[in-house]
């Protein structure tokens, strides 16, 4: 079974803490998203990756193949950070057809 | 702004009716793709199209279809509705060699 999961499902952090949040998967993929959902709702892509690293301001993706493992950690976190953040993997085929893990709900306070 | 435009944004329906979600993709991106998000299941993948044609299938029950028009625009059609097909539905769209995904804000559908 193609599964994908995510830790911590919760996690609350002060203003400046660098954070970490882990989403481990069961089989070979061909590419792993993390996105974005605030509390509005709506759901922002924020990095697709198949091997390696990649960063965006304060934010940086790191995927591990042979672990089946990736990282999203957020540098300097700030309130507007609060948000939950899903990674959703490819197992193959068309690339829209994902498997989304349950969330990590991030809270960081002021 | 991703540039997907969804309506309605939010629906109120009775079980047993039938509804119509509309998704506009960003120009020039021919794929479209339907998602699910319930507070028991989560995300699911539902329906691919790509420049009018279907081309994956996720976990779509029967009672739902969708299509893609010459436009591009796409269309989720539920019906026969039950209390738990409320739901946030979401569409999101690619561009024809890309891989990142654009969403939509989504159209949340409650079923009374």
């Known amino acids: 079974k193609n599964e994908v999961e995510q830790s911590p499902q919760n996690l609350t952090a002060q203003e400046g803490e660098f954070i970490t949040i882990n989403c481990s998967y069961s089989?070979?993929?061909?590419?792993l998203h993390w996105l974005q959902q605030h509390p509005g709702g709506g759901i922002v892509s924020l990095f697709m990756l198949s091997s390696g690293k990649k960063k965006h301001g304060r934010l940086i993706a790191t995927i591990n193949i042979q672990e089946k493992h990736s990282s999203l950690h957020i540098t300097a976190s700030h309130p507007r950070d609060s948000a939950v953040y899903i990674c959703?993997?490819?197992?193959?085929?068309?690339?829209?057809?994902?498997?989304f893990g349950k969330g990590t709900k991030l809270s960081v306070k002021p | 702004d991703s540039g997907v435009t969804q309506t309605p944004k939010h629906l109120i329906t009775a079980t047993g009716q039938r509804v119509t979600l509309r998704c506009s993709p960003r120009?020039?991106?021919?794929?479209v793709y339907w998602y699910q998000q319930s507070l028991d299941q989560g995300l699911q993948f539902l329906i691919q199209?790509?420049?009018?044609?279907?081309?994956a299938k996720g976990n779509i029950l029967e009672r739902f279809s969708a299509q893609q028009f010459p436009d591009l625009h796409s269309e989720l059609n539920l019906s026969s509705l039950e209390l738990g097909d409320s739901a946030l539905y979401f569409c999101?769209?690619?561009?024809?060699?890309?891989?990142?995904?654009?969403f939509g804000e989504g159209s949340r559908l409650t079923v009374l």
């Open positions: 120009s020039g991106d021919l794929s």
């Open positions: 999101a769209s690619s561009p024809r060699r890309g891989g990142e995904l654009f």
């Open positions: 089989v070979g993929i061909s590419a």
């Open positions: 959703a993997v490819r197992f193959g085929g068309s690339q829209g057809n994902l498997i």
């Open positions: 199209y790509y420049n009018g044609e279907e081309r």
